[in-house]
């Protein structure tokens, strides 16, 4: 399978707020940098360089001024005299304003954000940029007729919505490339995101448009991150009514439970009968996963991948989460190499 990478990603490497304390975040470079070791050791493929694309690609999915405040952000906060993460602290929660974009940058920094897992650094514009040209690069490749492309994409995606950013994520790499198959003259188009999270970024951004179908297995939002989001009744509004489909799952999921809903998903993306798919790929259903809680082990990898397979379409896979950086490599490696055994 052909890999798109790209180092960029290390020019990202921040902190986030987690029980109470600033640490280093778990989605660091060592993730891409063992994923890409693994893709050379198992001779996956030939590995490629991203293409560069205009900011008008991103603005497909996001807001104008969300693209223009991630890349500006860092010199704002920067101007403050400040040398630290750029992370937000205020949020606009019920019944406050938010049709009025605040100037102060910590004022806009909450006004995008969904919490305090996205640190911006003065790399970080750069990496997110990059990692939405892989996907961005691998849509393409399927667009001209690739059965199947890896975009190892870091920072992760799925969690951005068309204007905020959260959880480790500031484009949605997954949806610039749904919505670039599009463009590209896909008529049906899934999104199937098994990262441990509900994508609620994906979601939200396809959640009134039936070309787009989203379809999600991921904790349970009532245990797990994002909470607010990524429960069974969310069916999608309007035209979209009937093209999303969530599967919150219980803590201590294992395979044997997490192959039910798969089938059931796999069958209504069947029955969709989409043009190509794009697979938001998170390992941090892993069993031994720091931060999540599904039972998922190395083999099962395999397994997932070759249920891909059997839908038997042209296949983008866009990497997301995982934190388990010691088995990250074998275990989204595992899926690519299930694909296409
Ligand atoms: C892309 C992706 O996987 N983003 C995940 C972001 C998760 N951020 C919040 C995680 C909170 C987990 N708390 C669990 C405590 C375990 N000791
Ligand atoms: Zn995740």
Same mark, same amino acid.
């Given at each position: 399978?052909?890999?798109?990478?790209?180092?960029?990603?290390?020019?990202?490497?921040?902190?986030?707020?987690?029980?109470?304390?600033?640490?280093?975040?778990?989605?660091?470079?060592?993730?891409?940098?063992?994923?890409?070791?693994?893709?050379?050791?198992?001779?996956?493929? =030939?590995?490629?360089?991203?293409?560069?694309?205009?900011?008008?690609?991103?603005?497909?999915?996001?807001?104008?001024?969300?693209?223009?405040?991630?890349?500006?952000?860092?010199?704002?906060?920067?101007?403050?005299?400040?040398?630290?993460?750029?992370?937000?602290?205020?949020?606009?929660?019920?019944?406050?304003?938010?049709?009025?974009?605040?100037?102060?940058?910590?004022?806009?920094?909450?006004?995008?954000?969904?919490?305090?897992?996205?640190?911006?650094?003065?790399?970080?514009? =750069?990496?997110?940029?990059?990692?939405?040209?892989?996907?961005?690069?691998?849509?393409?490749?399927?667009?001209?007729?690739?059965?199947?492309?890896?975009?190892?994409?870091?920072?992760?995606?799925?969690?951005?919505?068309?204007?905020?950013?959260?959880?480790?994520?500031?484009?949605?790499?997954?949806?610039?490339?749904?919505?670039?198959?599009?463009?590209?003259?896909?008529?049906?188009?899934?999104?199937?995101?098994?990262?441990?999270?509900?994508?609620?970024?994906?979601?939200?951004?396809?959640?009134?448009?039936?070309?787009?179908?989203?379809?999600?297995?991921?904790?349970?939002?009532?245990?797990?991150?994002?909470?607010?989001?990524?429960?069974?009744?969310?069916?999608?509004?309007? =035209?979209?009514?009937?093209?999303?489909?969530?599967?919150?799952?219980?803590?201590?999921?294992?395979?044997?439970?997490?192959?039910?809903?798969?089938?059931?998903?796999?069958?209504?993306?069947?029955?969709?009968?989409?043009?190509?798919?794009?697979?938001?790929?998170?390992?941090?259903?892993?069993?031994?996963?720091?931060?999540?809680?599904?039972?998922?082990?190395?083999?099962?990898?395999?397994?997932?991948?070759?249920?891909?397979?059997?839908?038997?379409?042209?296949?983008?896979?866009?990497?997301?989460?995982?934190?388990?950086?010691?088995?990250?490599?074998?275990?989204?490696?595992?899926?690519?190499?299930?694909?296409?055994?």
């Amino acid at each position: 399978m052909l890999t798109i990478y790209s180092d960029k990603h290390h020019l990202h490497h921040g902190t986030e707020l987690k029980d109470g304390k600033l640490k280093p975040c778990f989605e660091m470079p060592g993730r891409a940098d063992t994923i890409l070791a693994r893709v050379q050791k198992e001779a996956l493929g =030939e590995i490629i360089a991203p293409n560069a694309y205009p900011v008008s690609v991103y603005t497909r999915v996001h807001s104008e001024r969300y693209v223009r405040f991630l890349e500006s952000a860092w010199s704002q906060w920067q101007a403050m005299g400040r040398q630290h993460d750029a992370l937000p602290l205020t949020w606009p929660v019920r019944d406050m304003r938010t049709d009025i974009e605040p100037i102060h940058i910590d004022g806009k920094l909450g006004f995008y954000a969904m919490d305090a897992g996205v640190p911006i650094t003065a790399g970080t514009w =750069e990496a997110v940029k990059s990692s939405a040209d892989l996907a961005l690069t691998g849509a393409d490749k399927i667009a001209g007729g690739l059965p199947a492309a890896f975009a190892l994409c870091r920072p992760p995606g799925h969690h951005a919505a068309s204007e905020y950013m959260g959880g480790y994520c500031y484009l949605n790499n997954a949806a610039i490339a749904a919505q670039s198959l599009v463009d590209q003259g896909a008529k049906k188009v899934v999104v199937l995101d098994v990262d441990y999270h509900h994508g609620n970024g994906t979601q939200t951004i396809f959640y009134d448009r039936p070309d787009v179908m989203f379809v999600s297995l991921h904790g349970d939002p009532l245990h797990s991150y994002p909470y607010y989001l990524g429960h069974k009744d969310e069916a999608g509004k309007g =035209e979209g009514l009937g093209f999303n489909h969530n599967y919150p799952l219980p803590h201590g999921t294992d395979w044997a439970h997490y192959q039910i809903a798969l089938a059931d998903a796999l069958q209504k993306i069947q029955a969709y009968n989409p043009d190509a798919v794009v697979i938001s790929l998170g390992v941090d259903t892993f069993e031994h996963d720091p931060i999540s809680q599904f039972k998922l082990k190395n083999s099962d990898y395999l397994s997932l991948g070759q249920q891909i397979a059997s839908l038997k379409k042209p296949t983008l896979f866009v990497m997301e989460g995982g934190y388990m950086v010691d088995d990250i490599g074998i275990n989204a490696v595992n899926v690519l190499k299930g694909f296409e055994n």
